[in-house]
């Protein structure tokens, strides 16, 4: 089994930063993807971010130039650096990873609340 714990959701003001961590924890070999993903109220789950293993990444439109997506694959996490933050960031952010040989897993999700 493989856990996922997230950190670092919470309320800021528009034009300011967080800084998202999701580590995963149990008996695997490695990580494939890491991912983030964001849903806002009465909306469906989007991606905002992904990595591979090798260090590639990709972005959805809205965050290009302002969020960062990086891993630590000895500490299998992910992190997402948020700059620039805007209301409409406002969303439950979920953690995503594929683990070798187990399959996709997903953190409980972390709020993040960007006010005006």
């Known amino acids: 089994q493989v856990q996922l714990v997230e950190s670092g959701g919470g309320l800021v003001e528009a034009g300011g930063s967080l800084r998202l961590s999701c580590s995963a924890s149990?008996?695997?070999?490695?990580?494939?993807?890491m991912a983030w993903y964001r849903q806002a109220p009465g909306k469906q789950r989007d991606l905002v971010a992904r990595?591979?293993?090798?260090?590639?990444?990709n972005y959805a439109d809205s965050v290009k130039g302002r969020f960062t997506i990086s891993r630590d694959n000895a500490r299998s996490t992910v992190y997402l650096e948020m700059n620039s933050l805007k209301r409409e960031d406002t969303a439950v952010y979920y953690c995503?990873?594929?683990?070798?040989?187990?399959?996709?897993?997903w953190g409980q999700g972390t709020q993040v609340t960007v006010s005006s």
């Open positions: 149990g008996t695997f070999d490695s990580i494939n993807t």
């Open positions: 990595i591979a293993p090798g260090g590639s990444r």
């Open positions: 995503f990873v594929n683990v070798k040989f187990y399959g996709d897993y």
